[in-house]
């Protein structure tokens, strides 16, 4: 069971896939505890199993052993509509290829998940959102009109909008410049610290990640700290 201080948590959490030429383990039994607030951060070569754990962690994919815990609920007592009800309004994505609707104004991606949550005060938490993120004059334009590192701040305000308990976040420097991506970081950690969110990033950016809590190396399907 998870504990009381924990956001997230897996334990003897396991991925594993058949493929034509033999199956593949992905996570083998691995244990993981995220605190409320902590920021953790996730690294490892390509393909060893960072991005899978974020999409198990946060209900999204199936694991084939162990059991994940996400804000207090077992994700596999859960069916698809009850994972989708646990993370409505609790938790928070950012994608490094940003996921904005590109039918949508700047303003519209953002206040749209937080009226399928119901929120009496959307309109305002998404203006609230885009001023903390300095893109008020940009509110009416669509994500073909922003830059790569505008799009990513409004992803970024349309995962705290909603205030989440835990923000789970995939390379979100990765489509950015090295200066876009300082940005970003800030941004990123500045909101978090605000929101009193945890967060829970993949990540090559060594930057990133030498400003965070706590540091683990993906290998082997294992998680090791880092120093």
């Known amino acids: 069971m998870q504990s009381a201080q924990a956001v997230s948590s897996a334990m003897g959490l396991g991925k594993h896939v058949n493929g034509p030429v033999g199956g593949l383990t992905i996570l083998a039994g691995l244990d993981l505890e995220i605190g409320a607030g902590e920021a ?9 199993g960072k991005s899978t754990l974020l999409g198990l962690l946060a209900g999204l994919d199936d694991a084939t ?3 994940v815990w996400l804000c207090g609920q077992r994700i596999e007592d859960l069916d698809e509509d009850g994972r989708a009800a646990l993370r409505s309004g609790r938790v928070g994505f950012v994608f490094q290829n940003f996921q904005l609707l590109p039918t949508l104004t700047a303003r519209e991606n953002i206040l749209l998940p937080l009226e399928l ?3 009496a005060r959307a309109a305002q938490r998404a203006d609230e959102a885009l001023e903390r993120v300095g893109l008020t ?3 009416g334009h669509y994500p073909r009109q922003l830059s790569g590192g505008e799009q990513q701040r409004v992803a970024i305000a349309r995962a705290y909008a909603p ?5 789970f976040a995939d390379e979100p ?3 950015l410049d090295q200066v876009t991506g300082e940005h970003i970081i800030d941004l990123l950690l500045d909101l978090r610290r605000a929101a009193g969110a945890a967060l829970v990033l993949v990540t090559h950016d060594l930057r990133l990640a030498e400003r965070c809590d706590r540091r683990l190396r993906m290998d082997n399907g294992h998680l090791e700290p880092l120093s």
Do not use: Y
């Open 65 to 67: 052993a162990g059991e």
């Open 173 to 175: 420097t990765g489509n």
């Open 40 to 48: 953790v951060a996730i690294l490892g070569a390509s393909g060893s």
């Open 137 to 139: 004059a940009r509110a």
């Open 163 to 167: 205030r989440p308990a835990v923000l």
């Open 117 to 119: 949550t119901g929120d």
